[in-house]
């Protein structure tokens, strides 16, 4: 329910809903459009148990949430003052002997500190309530900052505030914890990034919450914004994208710019406790490319998936049986494909096909995938090969026939793709 009415709230979300009809999520045609970025390794992040084990993922994500690690507030600090630094100093290890980023969630509350002490959380009792007294929190976030200055590149404030498992207090409660924590980090380590709580996006009470975080002045301590844009069971990459819409309409509202993380992703997530979906290896693969896709087109800086080693709990696996499976091999191909790139933006034609840009040094790429139907369609001049989301390719030529599909296909060529 919307907290305020404002007559601007009705326009906004009609046009919202019209641009995703469209699905236009980034520029047509490069030769008008401004020279954008070189996408960036950390677009691909990743969740990961087994870091404080030496484990890494062998797709080489340029960054890793941790979350599920065994290294939230309540695993640190089981008494006050009394810190077990053990597995988080392993975690933080493991993320930087492979070159990657870590991002540090700073919740849960301890039973001790907790207001609600007996709450139930998957996290344990009290780990969603405020803390009894602030300072046990400054205290809390002062120790890590100090530990780790340097070693973790960004901070989380919490996960899912919006979601009553993992927060039973206010929205005005969460903004003072993420004022005293970006206090703390500005302080302690101003080169390391702070991102707001994650903010669940898929149900109808979800945007609702986090307007009231906005209204309460959240954003002003943050420097990004952090959006979990995980669909209902029967949405995919797309459905995803129109969540990031309605939240970004919220955002423009209360003039917040900054930049969106996407904290966590997946699809097939149950509601109410029902099991997830499953999907084909095929469309497993072709979620995942065009998550990394679509999010680039629309201007998220991150997208970490859950997880590399995470079988059963979401509808899409990266690994079974420490291999990676499908889903995983298209994580590396299309990491491939786009970092080092330019993503000249992705366009939707009226038959339903998508057509992504990328400019490489010397030639182009052109990413193509139509999630209704499959059919035929020749290759453009300058064709040199088509790339498959499996790692193989095939050399290809002008004319050549290039299947389209749900699955998407990279045409590299010498010159620049139609529009």
């Known amino acids: 329910m919307s907290l305020l009415h404002r007559p601007v709230r009705a326009l906004s979300a009609?046009?919202?809903?019209?641009?995703s009809l469209c699905l236009v999520v980034g520029a047509a045609d490069p030769a008008h459009a401004a020279t954008p970025p070189k996408i960036?390794?950390?677009?691909?992040?990743?969740?990961?148990?087994?870091?404080a084990d030496a484990q890494f993922p062998?797709?080489?994500?340029?960054?890793?949430?941790?979350?599920?690690?065994?290294?939230?507030?309540?695993?640190?600090?089981?008494?006050?003052?009394?810190?077990?630094?053990?597995?988080?100093?392993?975690?933080?290890?493991?993320?930087?002997?492979?070159?990657?980023?870590?991002?540090?969630?700073?919740?849960?509350?301890?039973?001790?500190?907790?207001?609600t002490p007996n709450a139930s959380s998957p996290y344990g009792p009290g780990a969603s309530g405020m803390p009894k007294a602030i300072?046990?929190?400054?205290?809390?976030?002062?120790?890590?900052?100090?530990?780790?200055?340097?070693?973790v590149k960004a901070y989380q404030i919490w996960n899912e505030p919006n979601v009553v498992?993992?927060?039973?207090?206010?929205?005005?409660?969460?903004?003072?914890l993420t004022r005293e924590a970006a206090a703390i980090v500005n302080r302690y380590d101003p080169g390391a990034t702070v991102v707001s709580p994650s903010f669940a996006t898929r149900l109808r009470t979800n945007l609702p919450w986090m307007e009231q975080w906005l209204r309460a002045g959240g954003a002003r301590y943050v420097d990004a914004v952090a959006l979990h844009l995980y669909p209902l069971p029967s949405g995919g990459p797309e459905t995803s994208i129109t969540l990031l819409g309605k939240a970004r309409t919220i955002l423009e509202e209360y003039r917040?710019?900054?930049?969106?993380?996407?904290?966590?992703?997946?699809?097939?997530?149950?509601?109410?406790?029902?099991?997830?979906?499953?999907?084909?290896?095929?469309?497993?693969?072709?979620?995942?490319?065009?998550?990394?896709l679509l999010n680039a087109a629309n201007g998220v800086a991150r997208a970490y998936w859950y997880g590399w080693n995470t079988s059963g709990i979401l509808g899409i696996p990266m690994t079974r049986g420490g291999e990676p499976t499908p889903a995983g091999k298209a994580y590396v191909s299309v990491r491939s494909w786009m970092v080092g790139s330019r993503l000249y933006g992705c366009s939707s034609d009226r038959l339903g096909t998508t057509r992504c840009i990328l400019r490489f040094p010397g030639s182009w790429g052109q990413v193509v995938w139509n999630s209704h139907k499959a059919y035929g369609?020749?290759?453009?001049?300058?064709?040199?090969?088509?790339?498959n989301l499996d790692g193989t390719w095939r050399s290809a030529r002008r004319g050549g026939r290039v299947q389209v599909s749900a699955l998407p296909v990279m045409i590299r060529t010498t010159v620049r793709p139609p529009a």
Request: proline content about 5%; hydrophobic content about 40%; overall charge positive.
């Open 14 to 19: 009609a046009l919202a809903a019209l641009a």
């Open 58 to 115: 062998s797709s080489r994500p340029g960054t890793v949430r941790l979350w599920d690690t065994g290294t939230l507030w309540r695993d640190v600090e089981k008494n006050r003052g009394r810190y077990d630094w053990t597995t988080l100093d392993h975690a933080v290890a493991t993320v930087r002997a492979n070159r990657s980023q870590a991002l540090l969630v700073l919740g849960q509350t301890p039973q001790w500190a907790s207001r």
């Open 40 to 51: 960036s390794p950390l677009l691909f992040g990743m969740h990961e148990t087994d870091l």
């Open 256 to 292: 917040v710019t900054k930049p969106v993380w996407n904290t966590e992703i997946n699809y097939g997530a149950g509601v109410g406790g029902a099991p997830p979906r499953h999907y084909s290896g095929s469309a497993s693969a072709a979620y995942v490319a065009r998550t990394y």
């Open 135 to 151: 300072a046990y929190w400054r205290e809390y976030v002062t120790a890590v900052v100090k530990r780790y200055k340097g070693r």
């Open 377 to 387: 369609v020749r290759a453009p001049a300058g064709t040199v090969s088509v790339n």
């Open 165 to 176: 498992t993992f927060w039973t207090g206010t929205p005005a409660q969460m903004v003072q």
